[in-house]
């Protein structure tokens, strides 16, 4: 079970390339890469796309790529044709801004493009590429043993909420009973009392019937039941693990809605107590789940 947020880095220091990568992950319905490469590495854009594919099923993935020469190309030579080119723009610059020193020399040197590289240029990207590669399965392994580890920690606190909930599912099936009992001893009494003070005799069919519709129209045992069974159905889905986010949102939509029902049937106060328990701690697995893979 993995969280969908998460953070990962790898650098690599070269005598030729520093190459840092940076990957990054955000809540998202489904499964969105983003790469941000050096221009001369775009052709290896949809490999990384593979990479994170193959390690994630959910969520907003950023892998950024930075590449820097820190060193000339040992195989490099000075192009004849580029140096005067190179210093024959240099002079213009300083005539028209009214210097009277020449330009040195060795300012044109600095200059990279005039410099010859005696390496393809398709051997320096894949050398660089290389390296990057290996760097950005580092990046892809932190990005997820973070997600993992969050994933860990939401893990214990649903399972901490579903017992919470099943607490509470018990108070609800010892106290339903009371319910209707409570109900027909006051519907006794009051029925009992007009037709006392009438001089009548009480129908026990119509007070048999009144108890019975009104133990139909409370009764929440099957309720209880599916709410139970999504609970245990919950647990199990949180035992297999893998990327479970949209079976657990769905879940907790099931479990809401029993529990508005239960609610709604309970006429009792101590039940709409603990059905606003259920439904506080069946939000907060929503929230948490929100954030699953």
Excluded at 95 to 109: D, N, T, Y
Excluded at 192 to 200: C, D, P, Q, W, Y
Excluded at 203 to 214: G, N, T, Y
């Amino acid at each position: 079970m993995n969280s969908m947020t998460g953070f990962g880095r790898a650098s690599g220091r070269g005598r030729r390339f520093d190459i840092d990568v940076e990957t990054r992950s955000v809540n998202h319905r489904f499964l969105s890469v983003k790469v941000s490469l050096p221009e001369h590495m775009s052709r290896y854009e949809g490999e990384i796309d593979r990479l994170v594919r193959s390690r994630m099923a959910r969520g907003s993935v950023n892998v950024s790529v930075t590449v820097k020469r820190v060193g000339p190309d040992p195989g490099a030579q000075p192009d004849p044709r580029r140096l005067r080119e190179f210093y024959r723009r240099l002079d213009a610059i300083r005539k028209s801004i009214g210097l009277k020193e020449p330009v040195p020399f060795h300012a044109v040197l600095s200059v990279p493009q005039a410099w010859n590289s005696a390496e393809p240029e398709t051997d320096r990207i894949g050398q660089a590429w290389t390296s990057a590669r290996r760097l950005v399965e580092r990046a892809l392994g932190d990005l997820a043993r973070m997600r993992a580890n969050e994933g860990a920690g939401i893990r214990k606190d649903i399972l901490a909420r579903l017992d919470t909930i099943d607490s509470a599912s018990q108070r609800i099936l010892v106290r339903a009973p009371g319910v209707l009992k409570a109900y027909q001893q006051k519907l006794d009494e009051r029925v009992g009392a007009v037709l006392a003070s009438r001089g009548l005799e009480g129908s026990k069919a119509d007070l048999a019937k009144e108890i019975a519709l009104f133990a139909d129209k409370c009764d929440i045992s099957e309720e209880l039941q599916r709410l139970t069974a999504h609970v245990g159905t919950c647990r199990q889905i949180l035992k297999e693990g893998g990327a479970i986010g949209r079976r657990l949102d769905f879940l907790t939509q099931e479990m809401v809605r029993e529990t508005n029902t239960l609610a709604s049937k309970g006429s009792d106060a101590e039940i709409s107590e603990a059905a606003v328990r259920i439904k506080s701690e069946l939000e907060k697995i929503k929230e948490q789940a929100e954030n699953v893979e």
